[in-house]
């Protein structure tokens, strides 16, 4: 079988186009790479017979000439998206046999494009986590693994997504972005994650984790597919009252847009302690690619992202507590035996969530408590808008913000997963994006001592991806980051 | 006028807040599409949104909005162009999405006032504090199997409006002359049916008594009263007891109540201590409600006439008693057909017909206006014939009754039945001399005592089966007879 693996999704339709190969046969590879990578447990549904059937379709297509956009490009589905008679679980047992009657507006957005479903990925429990171990079905591997040989998580909570398309599994994946759960995967596995403006894309049909917080997003392996993704899944949707109604330019335009003249600043609460010296490295020398393409460097202060984590973490449990609150056995979910409605309710949350879902869900309870509302929620929806005023103000003077995705690249799976203070620190660059509901991308640039992955983060002004996106571009060709990871999970 | 209650120790006064929630008129529900109709078969009304199925997001229905900013100009009320939807979180089995979408620190509708009519013609201003918009929750039903409840959510997701008074109600009477009002102001909105047997208007009622100019006791709330007559009977019974534990000295629990219409009396549901952290805060799906001047403007400029100014007009335009006027306004129907009936003809007479004959007829069928056996044009015609003396009051009374039996042109029936008032002078002499002929007796007797003419009047109208014209038998006998 041929490998097409190393194609970009630009290339891929280039070659479609010119009949070089089939979608079938474009599929057929992407389907033997899922079940040859289970070991990495990226997927928890395949959908090759549907995948196989919808490639004949797209093959049609082609010979017409009546191709669309994304016609006949495999993708793999974060399972927080609602597909239309296709199991979606959120990774938890809660939704086991979950199958939605509906399809979530992006991932049809994709399917009209002519993309098509190649399965659905793991993540952590609705989505909380930060390295894609809290999930039910296991945690994903990350294909790249530590120079001492052992297994790395791949990062969370779209891990599963991230996972895939670093081992060359479908041509893109999408996840979402709570609180960095796209750009910090794509960060730990070599893969450019973007996270568009909050309301850039329909939040309908998405299993909720933090509303004011959650936005869908692509991983990709390169910064020009991620606009084409990006193309695809924007709409304004009627059906989402905090989708916008901004108008969606070409993104994939953007990604050859020359960065004369912008200029970009780099906040120094970015050169804190706690940062790998790997990854400070690539502050430098990003500064240096930036200027030689003729960019200026601008040095900013953002004195509140300090307080980003706390404030992520009472705001994103307080909604958490009240997003989860249907999943109670009632009706569509997990149901525990019990006497009565009390026991009913006790047992079947008790049984379905795991503990990072039932730590948070506390979280968010004690916080939205009367008597300790003012001191928590309202205090962090304050620090929330001051962050939200630090960014404001920095774009008055810079295009895009540059810096670190992460403070460290992978760890070790079971590493973290004991403290989970530790896991949040994870967040740190991530989190403030959502706060003030900013575009941002990871876009990979080398690896670190270790042979992992080193992800930097370019973050934008409201509704001003394209910025970023001719950034990344730029920052990609200069870092021309092409490694693989050594495919150990084939003869695993 | 005070209404205070005679206990033991002396004079109390009861002082009642009342919060109504009232089913808002739209064809579908608060944030979806799904259809308000009443009475359809379980489950068949749900939308993916309304089942709290997992990625679904609410979107607001404007039409509620706007019937929520109708009703706060009917209650002559603030309207804020800038409100948030919050999230009131508890757990229950027919509420799906586990919270209710509310308002709570800013609501859409801010303070109002509504005027209540009291029995002596006085009437009385109850301040209004806000009024916001809700869903409803949909319903559980324990009678369906023998181990298991079942639930219908055809109601989950209905649009509400809380309307909170503030505690400026002071006895049964108002309380229940209040509700009635916001009906009656909502009906003729057309914001809500008030329908309560449909429950689409139900009332909570906060209820605390204190002895004259003191401080206010501590309340109970008695939850989800449903007609105006157990809102009198919930109030009465609960002051009583609240009256009958202060006076043997034992402290009122702050609690949530029932009121159990079959045994009259209200009982404890859940004390202070057991009441719900409903945890609300803003909605992160929805965006804050706001909207410009102008749209409140525009809704302002299309209200009807309102009951309070159609009385004033009715008792100046058509000369009617306060009484009258405040009884035919108290219903849209009723008013509206009323000046239907009364176009061109004597407003007084009717009035009267329409609030003394017909209401007591239709009270008797158990029907409403809208119900009405006799024609708007046919009613207009039988006034005209009593105004217009071709027939008398007497004789219209059985018109009337033939009327309701079939609705048919009162002319027809008239000069079908030779019911036309006798006014021939010639036709009605006759008549009388034959009666003076042939009671000597009689004649004499009246000259002595004038009273007994109406003993007189009563024979000619025996003789023309009450169709002589009593005003000319009373000239022609006193031409005769003194």
Redesign the interface.
Known sequence: MTDFSHLSIHETITCLKRKDFSVSELIDFHVSSMENGRELNAFITETADIAREKAIDSDNRYLKGEENLLDGIPIGIKDMFCTKGIKTTASSKMLENFIPPYESTVTQNLWNDGAILLGKLNNDEFAMGSSNETSFYGEVKNPWKNSKGNFTVPGGSSGGSAASVAAGIGLASLGTDTGGSIRQPASFTGTVGLKPTYGRCSRWGIIAFASSLDQAGPITRNVKDSALILNSICSHDPKDSTSSYKEIPDFVNATDRSIKGMKIGIPKEYEADGISEDISSFIEKGKEWLIDSGAEIVDISLPHIKYALPCYYIIAPAEASSNLARYDGVKYTHRADAENIIEMYEETRAQGFGNEVKRRIMIGTYVLSSGYYDAYYLKAQKVRSMISQDFKEAFSKVDAIYGPSTPSTAFEIGDKNKDPLEMYLNDAFTVPVNLAGLPAVSVPVGLDKGNLPIGMQLIGNSFDEESILSIASCIEKSAKFDLTPEKWWING | MDNFIKGETGDWEVVIGIEVHAQIISNSKLFSSASTKFGGEHNTQVS?VD??????????NWVCVEQAIRTGLGLNAKINNYSIFD?K?Y?Y?DL????QISQYQQPVVGEGSVTIDLDDNNSKTIRIERLHLEQDAGKSLHDQHPEY?Y?DLNRSGVALMEIVSMPDIRSAEEAQSYIKKLRSIMRYLGTCDGNMEEGSLRADINVSVRKPGQELGTRCEIKNVNSIKFIGQAIDFEARRQIELLEESKDIKQETRLFDPKKGETRSMRSKEEAH?Y???PD????PLSFSEDVIDEIRSKLPELPDDKKERFQREYSLSAYDANILVSEIETALFFEEVAKGRDPKIAANWITGEFFAAMNKLGFGISDSPISIDNFSKLIKLIEESIISTRIAKDVFEMMLEKDEDPEKIVEREGMKQVSDTGELEKIIDAIITENPDQVEAVKLKPKLMGWFVGQVMKETNGKANPKLVNELLNDKLS
Do not use: T
């Open positions: 993916f089942a709290g199925m997992p990625g679904m997001l609410p979107v607001i999230r979180n757990f089995p799906p999405q586990g919270y409840s639930v952290d945890r609300y805060f992160p799906d929805l965006l």
